[in-house]
Structures are given as structure tokens and as C-alpha cells.
């Protein structure tokens, strides 16, 4: 993450041949002290103390040492002002933040890798004036008595989901474990959990079923085929042993063809004819039906509820547009086992997600204006003709940007919801193709460009496909952040001396 040390040295790139100018050696280096006490330095230390800028001191100094004994540095790098704007920089990256805001042009909504769904402002506000003093987070206001952080959404969750009650962990994943823990150990004949063999999904990231099973201390037991299972699969296999059926919603693939599943009010009548509990996981769980929003239909926890589910969970960032959280919803003889499980504890929910989960869950009260107020659902429905129009008016400054390296086109594309939602659904959308002038060394211009864009102060991540780079515009809701920094785009590719003026938003 961070940048090579020719950046701190800022003399010239890495590898690059310092033949023709005289070297410097390991002597010519001042002392740490020595380089503490330049002028240049004061202001450096008045600022940020002396343990930090001695220590970047000691370290610039040592490798500097490094490369002189190696013949790889130049004279001039040793001079004290050259030291000095070189120790500021490396101060300046040592405080600058790993995790760093970027632009998400790569067309998937929820994207795994860049933070999943964006809080809406008001669960950022909430988030704020909760966290800058102290609240109520355990203290219930009418008694005066100790309170239960749950209470903070469950009314809000019951409300929305039609459940008798609602409990929040750490994420979807906790969620599942815990669920399969606490209901499989309450069982006193044995922990068997059946699941269609169909629905054993691995997640992003190693969250397998077969290894949440056995780590929740259940046992596994496999019904059906890949394809096809059926009532009567589940009704053979249940016996004095089995605690729980549960079903997975296969949210990252889809099996299409001669298929068959057992829908979730057929498995509630076998479960719920043995005296057993049905659990469901929904993965991403919208809680509104985004088929009324021209998307594809994604199952509800409230159809599911409905439908006879004892417990369904699902997660707090997908879908739902709020902070990771595991959200699990049921009856209060399900929930209740599953809060008073020890591993709840363990799991809770920080008061950080919870303001932030509380105050998302407020805005779907209302509904008419979710599509407004909510991120995800604001850029899952914005119109494609609309992004096309943002791309045609990009498209001179960013063009401008990077001529003549490479030639700017608008294109259609099709973008993804992300996160495993909805896998084969795509979203019409619209954005900039980047393509390098001439065949010869195309790959090579692509890869540096993808470099330069994530190399800006605000990095912008787009995806490569068929020799250009796609910039898909769906997510690009402040297109300033994008246009100034084109300027340092052009730089950044060695293009500032170019006969193009530069682009100016
Ligand atoms: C995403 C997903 C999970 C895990 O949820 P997290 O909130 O990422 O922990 C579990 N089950 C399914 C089906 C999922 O799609």
C-alpha cells in the first residue's frame, strides 16, 4: 500500500539509471541528530513530536545508507534540504490512513472488496452524534434500570419483518453460526441439522456450511442431490437425533435446468410435524420487494416468516444498505434460546454498527422515499439512460485527460448488484471505455493506467475487459471527485507536456 521508496526520495523512479550522476556514499549521510536539527525539520517536530519524526528519521537515513553502499544513490540526494522534504514526506505517508476512500467505477453495487453498501446520511449523522458522547446503549431511560442493546432495533425489526422478535450480531455469518449453535444444542436427543445438498454453498471468504456446521457444533446431515431434492428427502432423513432443518439461500450461484427444491412452507409442515424448528438464511434479505423497483425479485425475511420460518437471517451491508451486521429475525421461543446462547455475547454488536443499523432501518417507515434516502437502492435504480447522459458529458474532459495515450468512447455496459446477490441478473448501465492508441504494448498502457487511476488521492477502481478499461459510471454520484483529479491522471501517465491544455471540470 505503500508507495515505493523512490516516491519518499522523489529524485527518480525505481531502476531507473543514475549512471551519469555522481553517487553519494554511506558517509556523506548526516548523522539522525544531525538531520533533527536542520531548520527544515523544526517546524516537522513542533507539529508531530519527536518520536515519530525520529523515527521515520532513522529509517529514511538507514535506507538512504542502504542504497549509498549499493552505488545507488545520487550526490544530490544527500544534500539536508533534499533530506528534510524527504523525511517530511515519509512522515506525512506513516500518518496517512490505509483505509482511504476510493471510487467504485467497476459497475458491481455492492461491492465485497470496497465496503459493501454505503450508509445513507442519516445513519452517518446518527452514527455521529451517538459516538461523540455517551448514550443509552444499555440503560433503559423509563426505569432507570440496566437496558439490553437489543432493544435499540428490535421493535423497529418486528415492525418491519412481521417477526415476533429480532436479535442483531456481528455480521450474516455470525448470524448463521449462532443460530445453528443455540438451536441445534437445545435439542436433547443430538445436533443433527439437515440441508438440501443443493444449498451447501461456500460464501466469499471461507464461510462454507459444512464448516459452520461443525463449528457450531453441529452435525451435518445431507439430503437430496445437487439439483434436485424433495419433500420426502428431508422426511426420511429426520430421526431422533435431528435438532433443526434448515434451509440456504444460494444467493452466489444459480443451478439451472432439471431442477427441484422444497419451498420454505413445505419444509415448515415437515419440520413443524416432528415438533422441529426451520431455519432459513437469506444472505443479502431485502426487506422491500425490489421487483415494485423494476429489479430483480430477491426473497424476503417477511415471505419467509410468513411462510413458517422459525428463524431467518440475513445481513446487515448487502441488501439492506446499512453497517455489517447479522440480523436474525423469528419466533420468541427461537430468538430468545438463540440471545441467551453464551456465544451471543461473544458476537454482540458494538454500538458503532448499531446507530448506524438503527437509523437505516428507520428509513424504511418510509417507504416512498427508500429510493431517495437509501445508497444501495438509490444506485440499484438509477436509470441507465441517466448514467449514459452523466458518460456523454464526462467524456470530453476525460478524453482530453488522457490523449493521446488513449481514445475515450462512450459505451453501454452491464453492471451487478455484487455481494452474491442476485448472480445472474445484470444491470443495464453506461460509462467510458479507455483504450490505448495502437495494438503494440496495449497491455502493458492498460495495466498502467489501472495503476495511475488507483494511484490518485482518491483512487478510482474500474475493471479491464476486452483490451480497455471500463469505467462504469452507476456508482458516480459526485462526479467532481472524479473530474479534479484529472489533472493528476495526466500527470500521473507523463502526459502533462502534451499540446491539450488539460481538462478543466
Ligand atoms: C453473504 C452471505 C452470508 C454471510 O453474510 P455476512 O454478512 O457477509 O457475514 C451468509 N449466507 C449467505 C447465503 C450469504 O449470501
Request: charged share 20%; hydrophobic share 45%.
Amino acid at each position: 500500500m505503500r508507495p515505493a521508496e523512490s516516491v519518499v526520495d522523489g529524485s527518480r523512479a525505481p531502476g531507473e539509471a543514475i549512471d551519469a550522476e555522481p553517487r553519494a556514499e554511506p558517509k556523506d549521510l548526516p548523522a539522525v541528530d544531525r538531520l533533527l536539527r536542520e531548520p527544515d525539520v523544526a517546524a516537522l517536530l513542533q507539529e508531530h513530536g519527536h518520536t515519530l519524526v525520529a523515527g521515520e528519521a532513522r529509517g529514511l537515513l538507514e535506507a538512504r545508507r542502504a542504497e549509498a553502499r549499493a552505488g545507488q544513490l545520487a550526490a544530490g540526494a544527500v544534500a539536508m534540504p533534499a533530506l528534510a522534504t524527504a523525511l517530511r514526506q515519509a512522515v506525512e505517508w506513516r500518518l496517512a490512513p490505509n483505509l482511504r476512500a476510493v471510487i467504485n467505477l467497476t459497475g458491481t453495487v455492492i461491492h465485497t472488496n470496497l465496503g459493501r453498501a454505503l450508509l445513507a446520511d442519516a445513519a452517518l449523522q446518527h452514527l455521529l452524534a451517538m459516538m461523540a458522547g455517551p448514550n443509552n446503549l444499555e440503560y433503559d431511560l423509563a426505569s432507570g434500570g440496566r437496558g439490553d442493546r437489543d432493544s435499540i432495533v428490535e421493535e423497529l425489526l418486528t415492525t418491519l419483518t412481521g417477526a415476533e422478535a429480532a436479535t442483531v450480531v456481528n455480521n450474516n455469518a455470525a448470524a448463521v453460526l449462532l443460530t445453528i449453535a443455540a438451536l441445534a444444542s437445545a435439542h436433547e436427543g443430538g445436533r443433527e441439522v439437515i440441508v438440501s445438498r443443493g444449498e451447501l454453498v461456500e460464501i466469499g471468504g471461507a464461510f462454507r456450511m459444512p464448516d459452520v456446521m461443525a463449528a457450531a457444533g453441529a452435525t451435518l446431515v445431507e439430503v437430496g442431490t445437487t439439483n434436485r431434492t424433495h419433500p420426502h428427502d428431508y422426511e426420511r432423513a429426520i430421526g431422533e437425533r435431528t435438532a433443526l432443518l434448515m434451509k440456504v439461500h444460494t444467493s452466489n450461484y444459480a443451478v439451472q435446468g432439471f431442477t427441484s427444491t422444497v419451498d420454505e412452507a413445505e419444509l415448515a409442515r415437515i419440520a413443524h410435524a416432528q415438533g422441529l424448528p426451520l431455519a432459513t438464511d437469506l444472505g443479502s434479505g431485502s426487506l422491500v420487494d425490489l421487483a415494485a423497483h423494476g429489479l430483480p425479485r430477491e426473497p424476503t425475511p417477511q415471505e419467509k416468516l410468513a411462510a413458517g420460518c422459525d428463524v431467518v437471517t440475513f445481513s446487515g451491508d448487502k441488501l439492506l444498505g446499512g453497517p455489517q451486521a447479522g440480523l436474525i429475525v423469528g419466533s420468541k421461543a427461537a430468538i430468545s434460546r438463540i440471545r441467551k446462547f453464551p456465544l451471543k455475547r461473544a458476537l454482540r454488536m458494538s454500538k458503532l454498527p448499531l446507530a448506524a443499523l438503527e437509523a437505516t432501518l428507520r428509513l424504511y417507515l418510509r417507504p416512498e422515499r427508500l429510493a431517495q434516502d437509501l445508497p444501495t437502492l438509490r444506485l440499484l435504480t438509477r436509470p441507465a439512460p441517466a448514467i449514459l447522459v452523466l458518460a456523454q458529458q464526462l467524456l470530453p474532459a476525460v478524453a482530453a485527460a488522457v490523449a493521446p495515450r488513449f481514445e475515450v468512447s462512450v459505451v453501454e455496459l452491464m453492471g451487478q448488484i455484487g455481494s452474491g446477490s442476485l448472480p445472474v441478473e445484470r444491470l443495464p448501465s453506461a460509462g467510458l471505455a479507455l483504450a490505448p492508441q495502437g495494438k503494440k504494448g496495449a497491455g502493458r498502457a492498460l495495466d498502467e493506467l489501472a495503476t495511475a487511476l488507483r494511484g490518485l488521492a482518491r483512487p478510482v477502481i474500474g475493471r479491464i475487459a476486452e483490451d480497455r478499461l471500463l469505467l462504469d459510471l452507476r456508482c458516480l454520484e459526485q462526479p467532481a471527485w472524479l473530474l479534479e483529479q484529472l489533472g493528476a491522471l495526466r500527470l500521473a501517465l507523463g502526459l502533462a507536456q502534451a499540446q491539450d491544455p488539460g481538462p478543466s471540470p
